[in-house]
C-alpha cells in the first residue's frame, strides 16, 4: 500500500523537475520497484520512498542495511537525453548532492569515494545505486538509489556494514528524514540545471575536489 506524501511534495518540487513522490511503509527495494515503473512508463522525477527494505543493495549486490525508521531509502527516475557513455554522470551528481545537503545540515568532514560513496570523518554514511537502461547507444532511462544513515547506533552498524560505517545520529547529527529527503532533492535540481545548462564541468569539478582517494586504497 502506498499514499502520496502532499506536503513533502510541496516542498520538493523543482523549476527544473517535477518531483512526484510514492511512500511505502516497507519495499523489497526502492530501485526495484522504480525500474519496473520506469520500464511501464513512469515519468522522470517519479519518487518511490520506503520507510525500510527488506532486499535493500548497493554497488555489486551488497547489501545496504534498510532498517526501520533508522535511515532515509529511495530513488529517482531520470530520463535524461544522454551518450551510453555519460550514464556515470548521473552517480556523481547524485553523491554529490547528498555530500551537500549533509554539509548544509552541519555536517563536517564530508568525502566522496569513487564511485558513488559518501564518507565523514572517512567511514561511509550514504551510498548511491545507478542503474541503467540503454537503447542503441543512447540512455532510456536512469534509477538512481541513496540510502543515508541517519539514526543507527555502532552496533547497529557494525552487524550491517562492519565498523567502516557511520550515521548522522554517530557524528552528532539530528536530522529528519523528510528534512534529508528534501535537501537531496533540492542539491539533485541544482545539479540537474548545471548539467542542462551545459556546465557539466561544473558537476565533474566539484567532485573530483571532494574526492578522499586515500580511502581507495
Given at each position: 500500500?502506498?499514499?502520496?506524501?502532499?506536503?513533502?511534495?510541496?516542498?520538493?518540487?523543482?523549476?527544473?523537475?517535477?518531483?512526484?513522490?510514492?511512500?511505502?511503509?516497507?519495499?523489497?527495494?526502492?530501485?526495484?520497484?522504480?525500474?519496473?515503473?520506469?520500464?511501464?512508463g513512469?515519468?522522470?522525477?517519479?519518487?518511490?520512498?520506503?520507510?525500510?527494505?527488506?532486499?535493500?543493495?548497493?554497488?555489486?549486490?551488497?547489501?545496504?542495511?534498510?532498517?526501520?525508521?533508522?535511515?532515509?531509502?529511495?530513488?529517482?527516475?531520470?530520463?535524461?537525453?544522454?551518450?551510453?557513455?555519460?550514464?556515470?554522470?548521473?552517480?556523481?551528481?547524485?553523491?554529490?548532492?547528498?555530500?551537500?545537503?549533509?554539509?548544509?545540515?552541519?555536517?563536517?568532514?564530508?568525502?566522496?569515494?569513487?564511485?558513488?560513496?559518501?564518507?565523514?570523518?572517512?567511514?561511509?554514511?550514504?551510498?548511491?545505486?545507478?542503474?541503467t537502461?540503454?537503447?542503441?547507444?543512447?540512455?532510456?532511462?536512469?534509477?538512481?538509489?541513496?540510502?543515508?544513515?541517519?539514526?543507527?547506533?555502532?552496533?547497529?552498524?557494525?552487524?550491517?556494514?562492519?565498523?567502516?560505517?557511520?550515521?548522522?545520529?554517530?557524528?552528532?547529527?539530528?536530522?529528519?528524514?523528510?528534512?534529508?529527503?528534501?535537501?537531496?532533492?533540492?542539491?539533485i535540481?541544482?545539479?540537474?540545471?548545471l548539467?542542462?545548462a551545459?556546465?557539466?564541468?561544473?558537476?565533474?569539478?566539484?567532485?573530483?575536489?571532494?574526492?578522499?582517494?586515500?580511502?581507495?586504497?
Amino acid at each position: 500500500m502506498n499514499a502520496q506524501s502532499a506536503p513533502l511534495e510541496r516542498r520538493i518540487r523543482g523549476r527544473v523537475m517535477s518531483f512526484e513522490l510514492i511512500e511505502f511503509e516497507t519495499l523489497d527495494s526502492t530501485n526495484d520497484l522504480l525500474k519496473d515503473m520506469a520500464a511501464k512508463g513512469a515519468s522522470e522525477g517519479a519518487v518511490v520512498l520506503a520507510n525500510a527494505q527488506t532486499r535493500g543493495r548497493g554497488r555489486g549486490g551488497k547489501t545496504w542495511l534498510s532498517l526501520p525508521g533508522m535511515g532515509l531509502y529511495f530513488s529517482v527516475l531520470f530520463r535524461p537525453k544522454w551518450d551510453a557513455s555519460d550514464a556515470l554522470l548521473a552517480g556523481m551528481m547524485a553523491s554529490l548532492a547528498v555530500a551537500r545537503s549533509l554539509e548544509l545540515a552541519g555536517m563536517k568532514g564530508v568525502e566522496l569515494k569513487w564511485p558513488n560513496d559518501v564518507l565523514v570523518s572517512g567511514r561511509k554514511i550514504a551510498g548511491v545505486l545507478v542503474e541503467t537502461r540503454l537503447s542503441l547507444g543512447r540512455v532510456e532511462f536512469i534509477v538512481v538509489g541513496i540510502g543515508v544513515n541517519l539514526a543507527h547506533d555502532a552496533a547497529m552498524l557494525e552487524f550491517g556494514n562492519g565498523a567502516k560505517a557511520t550515521s548522522c545520529r554517530i557524528e552528532g547529527l539530528e536530522i529528519a528524514r523528510e528534512d534529508m529527503l528534501a535537501g537531496i532533492l533540492d542539491e539533485i535540481e541544482r545539479g540537474c540545471l548545471l548539467i542542462r545548462a551545459g556546465d557539466r564541468d561544473a558537476v565533474i569539478g566539484e567532485w573530483h575536489a571532494r574526492r578522499n582517494s586515500r580511502a581507495e586504497h
